[in-house]
């Protein structure tokens, strides 16, 4: 007796179709698909063409200058990616038959996580277990969250607007941000400044500043100051703001951990107000829906014991 249609679906498919999928539309493009997998862009173009059969749907709509996935594409790449994420693990999985901890630990970041806690952390973890092996990529918070729902990254760490309820998240740190300016920058050298000096001042910004965003409290910090009302260079990266700053492209807003070495070397200058600073907490998030290996469970275990073991307040940066 043969299977219905539906049934016969997985076992007729051509799974790899499933892979040209994803990159086409990570890529954003059949051109670019081709280039990332060493492909020739015919190729490509004739394995969507197959998958679009198989499926029975209208993936993409491809016209001159214009790339855009249809409703059932999208429904289809977030499958995609979890079947992905659901492979990437099968080897720190099937590696059970070794008496010593091995595994591999994919870690999503944003950028410019400084934690001394998460650094011992970490190095306590290294030194037990020698055979586990790391990996870290830096993206923006919300790609984090991303990674970590579709199970292609082990763990996250990164700011969150709102708790997500398909994720577990727990506190890493709390750290607080001041403004700063540049050596270059007029203020730099003016033996006493007020809040007032900085009205109407050209700003930098981070991109998650905007309404609703986890770094939505510093965009309040600039309105009360009454700088500049839009900014003068955007970023999603912590790095290139601080390139901004250095650069006196605009007042900008840094961690005062992170930003106190570069204060210190006389490269920028924190500005008021010095009190009452937005706080934000850095998160490190995790699927509960994740089959973990023996190494990511092990670690997951190590962070929360650690964690569990130091107050909030020790783990508050910029108090001091």
């Known amino acids: 007796m043969s299977l219905p249609q539906q049934q016969r679906f997985p076992w007729n498919l051509d799974w790899n179709l499933l892979r040209t999928f994803m990159v086409v539309v990570e890529q954003g493009g059949i051109s670019k698909a081709a280039d990332f997998l060493g492909l020739k862009q015919p190729t490509v173009s004739a394995a969507l063409k197959r998958l679009e059969h198989a499926t029975g749907k209208h993936l993409v709509v491809r016209k001159p200058n214009e790339f855009t996935i249809t409703r059932p ?120 400044i007020n809040q007032k000096d900085l009205e109407g001042e050209p700003f930098v910004a981070f991109q998650t500043e905007a309404e ?67 706080m934000v907490n850095i998160y490190l998030i995790t699927n509960p829906t994740r089959r973990q290996s023996d190494a990511e469970a092990a670690f997951l275990s190590a962070c929360k014991s650690a964690l569990d073991a130091i107050d909030i307040e020790e783990r508050t940066y910029g108090l001091d």
Not at 92 to 98: E, M, N, P, Q
Not at 118 to 130: D, R
Not at 146 to 152: G, P
Not at 264 to 276: C, M, S, T, V
Request: hydrophobic residues 40%; contains cysteine; proline residues 4%.
């Open 212 to 278: 609703g965003g986890p770094l939505y409290a510093i965009s309040r910090l600039r309105a009360r100051l009454g700088l500049a009302t839009s900014w003068r260079g955007v970023s999603s990266s912590l790095n290139e703001i601080r390139r901004l700053i250095l650069a006196n492209v605009g007042i900008g807003a840094l961690p005062l951990h992170v930003a106190k070495q570069d204060v210190e070397a006389g490269k920028i200058r924190q500005l008021p107000p010095y009190d009452e600073l937005p």
């Open 73 to 192: 594409g999208q429904a289809l790449y977030v499958e995609c990616a979890n079947i992905f994420g659901t492979i990437s693990q099968l080897p720190s999985l099937l590696d059970v038959d070794r008496a010593e901890l091995r595994g591999h630990l994919s870690i999503a970041i944003t950028s410019s996580v400084i934690s001394d806690h998460f650094n011992e952390i970490l190095g306590n973890f290294a030194k037990t277990h020698p055979h586990v092996t790391y990996s870290f990529s830096v993206h923006e918070s919300e790609d984090v969250e991303t990674m970590v729902n579709q199970n292609r990254a082990s763990f996250g760490i990164c700011l969150l607007s709102k708790m997500s309820r398909n994720l577990n998240s727990v506190v890493l740190y709390r750290e607080f941000f001041g403004l700063y300016c540049g050596a270059r920058h007029p203020l730099f050298n003016v033996d006493e």
